[in-house]
């Protein structure tokens, strides 16, 4: 059997383990399923958070624009961690003190009923087409390895994940997240370095780049580099630290594990940007016949599978089997996040207030989770499936799109009504509508659309200036006119009274009310204890099973690389279940 086969099925294997190995914590109630039951660690949190960001589109589509374009990808992923940094300093202690289980409830109790309904129906597709991507990324990357084809790699993939992300809920979700953290972060380290190597230094690298390695290919203007850069900063902190994405904070013990959780996603995202596409940069010089490598299976989209071409080529055997299992579970981790988070906003803000009346019992709402998180995983199938015929459209430009003329008129409510509290509670629903409608007005052929714009100016520009500075010009008009009709909302604002007044108060009373857990709760340190020995027993296993490549045959230093990696990873499992044991704070002093 293939080598590359072998280590896939074998990380699927941990991965259905640690399913297992969580499940009794995981469907203890449905505050566990969706979100851990509130008492997680800090690096538990922070390798989630840090993991939904990351999927097999950044070495797929993303680093088939580093392979093309230089430096420039970077802006997206500096762009991630400066959203981090303002859920460090604000939106991490606010959505946790929230204290609530789904991003849903807490636009419930920021614009009301309508608001809720609203927006859980326009997030849900919103959400698919994000997770189609994720998934069909993936399968490019899957069939380039395995020599499949990418719908049956769907279909594979799809399933496996809908089974995982029934099995435990949130607490696997968040273990098999910290186990692909590992993975990622020392199988790229180890592919970065050798292509650092193979072309002779970061000097070298840069200066033998086959275009501008700051401008990229067909960019004749810094200053649309420049404003890339700062937007997609603008675009990824509104991302990040919207109220539909405080679930991987909702999963902190407290306010200082939401905090630090946050802090280390910034971290390891700083990390990532720093070695996740040299491979991609060093094969753009070394291999300049690497698109055409997979152009008989991939077609048009051939280009992203440079990765794979760097693997086979330049790094030892298993290496490729080790990427291909990291970035598999890594798109599950984005992939069963997302459809456990839509299932609980489904059934906490949908079927239990609407359909049941508030009135449903715990194996009932267990059992239409499961059943939920089923059909959310079918919808993402059918939605891959559905990308899988664009198969002349590039995927990092079809996200681009979708985000800024879809998700962000919506995203924009979700992270100023944080911001801004005196607004009536139809401002945030109506913004999104503004938002839409000025999204319709950017289509191609509109009004607004950016070759009307550049039009204006009379200003000739390549086909890629053009690309990047429609991005620019959609986040700049959502930024201005579609955030300025929200501000403008305060006008017609007027203090609520009875019952609505009673759950704002309480809502603002909260997020402003920092959760400490005290030192002496014997049931958070037993939960504690259960995290590390549960963790420490997994990383102990990983590096076994990287270990037994040892007997892979492959030059001496490679082995020896392979040996300790394995060894050091399971000294940590092994510290983590005797040597934080020892803090009796839970490891959080």
Known sequence: MNLDLVIVITYLVVTLLIGFLFQKLGQKNISSFFRGGGGMMWWMVGTTVFMTQFSAVTFTANAAKAYSDGITILAVFLGNA????????????????????????????????????FFMWSNIPNSLVSTGLWLNGLAIFIAAILGWEISTVIWVVGLSVTAISVMSGTWGIVASDFIQGLIVVLVSLFMAVVALVKIGGVGNMVEQFPTNFLLGNGMNYGVIVLGS???????????NNTMFSAYRFLNARDTANAKKGALLAMSLMLLGMCIWFIPAWVSAIIYPDAPEVFASTLGSRSKEAIYVVFAQRAMPLGTTGLLAAALFAATMSSMDSAINRDAGILIKSFYLPVIRKGKASHSELMRMSIIMSIIMGLLTIGVSLFYNQLRGLSLFDLSMQVATLIQTPIMVPLVFGMLIRKTPDWSGWATSLVGLFLSYLLLPNHILHINQVVGWFNLELTSRELADLNIIWNVVVHLFLTGGFFVATKLFYKAPVGERKRELEEFYHNID???VKATTDQEQLDLDRQQRGKMGVLVMITGGLISLLLFVPNPMWVRFVFAMTGLLLALFGYWMRGGFSQNKNGGNK
């Open 82 to 117: 400066f959203g981090f940094l303002v859920a460090y300093f604000f939106f991490a202690a606010k959505y946790r003190q929230a204290n609530v289980d789904t991003g849903g409830e807490i636009v419930r109790a920021r614009y009301g009923k309508f608001g809720e309904q």
């Open 229 to 239: 850069f700062l937007f997609y900063i603008i675009r990824q902190i509104q991302t």
């Open 513 to 515: 009310t920092p959760i």
